[in-house]
């Protein structure tokens, strides 16, 4: 008996060997590979030197300890994510900071918990991203609460507990059900490879490689430790590092400099030539997106400070009357607009109020800014039909011809599937029932808060909701090829004010309904695919955002009330502080009234702001001149002008904190220009994870400082002051740009 129990016992060593030497050889494959590709301007093939083809598809990954740790980092997650929207720098939660807690937890559970059904053996690579997409699900931002925000701050309404819960859950499962239908799209082609997944991507490999390359753990760990204690300095302790602007140290009382090189605080300034020493403030991109988005992203941004000092100063919309940047909205004279005033007892126009009152203004840079949104979307829609019309077309032909089985859905995909496809499609797929049910409940509840609060009709609940539907593939493949999504928000809040006009609470309803659905979709979708690239089972990544995004709708109207209730003075200003800001709330609420409200008597033809809509015609136009030029010179590279990023970057500093803007672009010049092009092998190993461990180092700061120091956690320690973080009683930003205002 003995003699057989060793042989099982040395076959089973012997098949254990023989899968860590393939593990090993494809390990070093994926090495070979990084070192001698070439990555092209759009950034997909990084794939092949980011993502192992090894796999084991029998790893348990519903354990307990998914289950626990989901729980309480989905809570951490969605804590942040709602304070987020307080910030002056409104950034999401980094996932990557998720993935660092959630691996030191997980492989500490992993040695501590007893053998069995606590813990099924050691911690695995898709256990760890499936509590981050759990977790990161929870933490994405909820657009109800600003319904809930305006309705509080302006409109001295309240939800009850039970009915604002709801609309937040609504909010977030009409996305999740929506995006099942476009996964052969949006998820499995290889082209379509959501540039902003990959420093997480890369995290989870470089933990979990067979064969570990310590120079990316230490560069990880380093600039996770150096940035978290880091981050104390520009945002606490030294908020002049969060841009550096020598024109303004050189002349403290020029409010043009203010305007043109000020840029620390919220609506403060263009901060053209500032240097940011504030990792928050930089963000990844100039590591993460491709250089060809960076390229239309940099044309836009010159663009912007270009053309925004040339509308004030040639007072264009009476530019001179209003703040050089705001979201607020304005009387005739520039004086705060009282828009109480204009409706009725239901928060519906008065007519006759209004024609006593005068219509609202806009700043000419808020208004310049909805011009080139609405112009990004139709742009956008355009580009997208323009390039991968004929894809997405022959898709949905075979989704609605053909089971979705995993025998057939290599032949729906856009183009080449990628190998973690076919690695994942050993495990059975979600099928669309599953999401339809998803949709039509949280429809139906949807169905429930429109006639409970009775302010936005049946029949526009169902044009907003199939609006959003068919713009979740051009949001889609826009985000998975170049990194860049059109902010749809602004051209549904527009087309509301016209198909429900006079009614601004209606507008916020109908723009959160069908531009959340876009957004919850998006983030679904990249959860999705990156689910693939690490080979999780696809329903276990379903439930995983089902469970996150339930978590997260709770945590995230929890919170919402507590600052509602204790920074409401701070909210309403339009200049907030430099740790708490309302304008999210502010320029929702703004353009609910403008568009709403006024949409058909402002927006129209002849109307003040008329130019806000024709950008929706104007829009449609620019990408088919660069279309048809690529048609007749294919290799001039007219291919690589995106209209929708630049219409967007257009208009990109009109709003927040604008001193980061030219360290990202250094960046992008250094590691997507040079280091790409140059050192491909040092770019293809270490920087994904570079950009992995300086959110996760940066995000962790700013979340201890927020609870400890900022006032999140009913607390407030102020920093003292001193030549980095000067007393704004003196009349000077933290930049030093002067406060004065121009006199004309």
């Known amino acids: 008996m003995s003699n057989i129990v060793d042989i099982e016992k040395r076959e089973l060593d012997e098949?254990?060997?023989?899968?860590?030497?393939?593990?090993?050889?494809l390990e070093r494959v994926k090495d070979d590979i990084a070192e001698t590709l070439k990555v092209d301007a759009w950034g997909h093939d990084i794939i092949k030197s980011l993502v192992s083809a090894d796999d084991d598809p029998t790893e348990p990954v519903l354990t307990f300890r998914f289950w626990l740790l989901a729980t309480l980092l989905g809570c951490f997650s969605g804590s942040l994510g709602q304070l987020y929207t307080f910030k002056p720098q409104t950034v999401a939660v980094s996932s990557l900071m998720l993935a660092v807690f959630a691996y030191v937890a997980g492989m500490g559970l992993s040695k501590i918990l007893p053998h069995g059904i606590l813990n099924p053996g050691k911690f695995t690579k898709k256990e760890l991203a499936l509590i981050v997409i759990a977790a990161a699900t929870a933490g994405n931002g909820v657009a109800s609460t600003y319904i809930i925000g305006a309705k509080d701050l302006y409109f001295n309404q309240k939800f009850s507990y039970v009915d604002g819960i709801i609309l937040v859950l609504v909010t977030q499962f009409i996305g999740y059900g929506a995006v099942g239908l476009f996964r052969p799209i949006l998820v499995y082609p290889r082209r379509v490879f959501f540039p902003t997944a990959l420093a997480g991507v890369s995290l989870y490999e470089t933990l979990f490689a067979k064969t570990v390359n310590d120079n990316a753990f230490k560069i990880f760990w380093a600039a996770t430790g150096g940035l978290f204690v880091w981050t104390f300095m520009p945002q606490y302790l030294a908020p002049t590092l969060i841009g550096v602007s020598v024109f303004c140290l050189a002349n403290r009382d020029?409010?043009?400099?203010?305007?043109?090189?000020?840029?620390?605080?919220?609506?403060?300034?263009?901060?053209?030539?500032?240097?940011?020493?504030?990792?928050?403030?930089?963000?990844?991109?100039?590591?993460?997106?491709?250089?060809?988005?960076?390229?239309?992203?940099?044309?836009?941004?010159?663009?912007?400070?270009?053309?925004?000092?040339?509308?004030?100063?040639?007072n264009v919309w009476n530019a001179k009357t209003f703040p050089f940047m705001a979201q607020g909205l304005y009387t005739v004279e520039g004086k705060k607009y009282n828009q109480t005033k204009i409706l009725n007892v239901q928060n519906q126009l008065d007519e006759a109020a209004y024609s006593k009152y005068g219509q609202p203004y806009y700043s000419t840079s808020w208004a310049f800014n909805t011009m080139m949104q609405n112009m990004s979307v139709t742009a956008g829609l355009v580009h997208v039909a323009l390039w991968h019309g004929s894809d997405i077309v022959a898709a949905v032909k075979h989704i609605f011809s053909k089971k979705s089985t995993n025998d057939t859905i290599e032949t729906q995909a856009v183009g080449e599937v990628d190998d973690s496809f076919r690695l994942t499609s050993v495990h059975p797929e979600v099928?669309?029932?599953?999401?339809?049910?998803?949709?039509?409940v949280a429809f139906g509840l949807g169905f429930y808060v429109c006639l409970k609060d009775d302010?936005?009709?049946?029949?526009?609940y169902i044009v907003t909701i199939a609006i959003a539907v068919a713009f979740i593939p051009v949001s889609g493949l826009l985000a998975g090829i170049t990194g860049f999504s059109p902010p749809f928000k602004t051209f549904i809040q527009l087309l509301g004010g016209f198909m429900v006009p006079g009614r601004p609470i209606a507008n916020m309803y109908f723009t959160t309904f069908g531009a959340n659905t876009i957004a919850e979709a998006l983030a679904m979708t990249i959860d999705l695919k990156i689910g693939q690239y690490m080979k999780v089972p696809p329903r276990a990544v379903f439930v995983a955002q089902m469970f996150g995004g339930f978590v997260g709708a709770l945590i995230h109207y929890v919170i919402n009330q507590i600052v509602l209730e204790t920074k409401r003075?701070?909210?309403?200003?339009?200049?907030?502080d430099n740790n708490w800001s309302g304008q999210n709330i502010i320029g929702?609420?703004?353009?609910?009234?403008?568009?709403?409200?006024?949409?058909?008597?402002?927006?129209?033809?002849?109307?003040?702001?008329?130019?806000?809509?024709y950008a929706f015609i104007l829009g449609a136009f620019l990408p088919i001149p660069f279309w048809l030029a690529h048609r007749f010179a294919p290799k001039a590279g007219f291919n690589?002008?995106?209209?929708?990023?630049?219409?967007?970057?257009?208009?990109?500093?009109?709003?927040?904190?604008?001193?980061?803007?030219?360290?990202?672009?250094?960046?992008?010049?250094?590691?997507?220009?040079?280091?790409?092009?140059?050192?491909?092998?040092?770019?293809?190993?270490?920087?994904?994870?570079?950009a992995a461990g300086l959110n996760a180092g940066t995000q962790l700061a700013v979340f201890i400082m927020s609870f400890a120091l900022q006032g999140a956690g009913g607390v407030t320690v102020d920093p003292p002051?001193?030549?980095?973080?000067?007393?704004?009683?003196?009349?000077?930003?933290s930049d030093y740009c002067t406060k004065k205002k121009p006199t004309f």
Do not use: H
């Not at 002008?641 to 009109?654: G, K, P, Q, R």
């Not at 002051?721 to 930003?733: E, H, M």
């Open 15 to 25: 098949k254990a060997d023989g899968e860590a030497v393939a593990s090993e050889a």
């Open 254 to 314: 020029s409010p043009l400099f203010t305007q043109l090189f000020g840029g620390v605080n919220n609506n403060e300034g263009l901060g053209i030539l500032s240097i940011s020493f504030d990792w928050n403030n930089i963000g990844d991109a100039g590591l993460t997106n491709p250089w060809v988005t960076q390229m239309n992203q940099m044309a836009g941004m010159i663009g912007c400070v270009t053309v925004i000092p040339i509308l004030y100063y040639s």
């Open 431 to 440: 099928p669309q029932w599953w999401y339809a049910v998803t949709m039509l």
């Open 455 to 460: 302010v936005l009709p049946w029949w526009a």
């Open 569 to 576: 003075d701070i909210l309403l200003d339009p200049n907030g």
């Open 588 to 613: 929702f609420n703004t353009k609910a009234i403008t568009f709403g409200t006024l949409a058909p008597k402002i927006l129209s033809a002849g109307g003040t702001y008329a130019w806000l809509s």
């Open 640 to 690: 690589m002008v995106n209209t929708a990023i630049l219409s967007w970057y257009f208009c990109i500093f009109t709003v927040g904190v604008n001193s980061g803007w030219w360290s990202r672009i250094i960046l992008g010049f250094i590691f997507q220009l040079y280091l790409r092009r140059y050192k491909p092998a040092w770019f293809n190993k270490y920087n994904y994870i570079l």
């Open 721 to 733: 002051f001193w030549a980095l973080n000067p007393d704004p009683k003196t009349g000077v930003f």
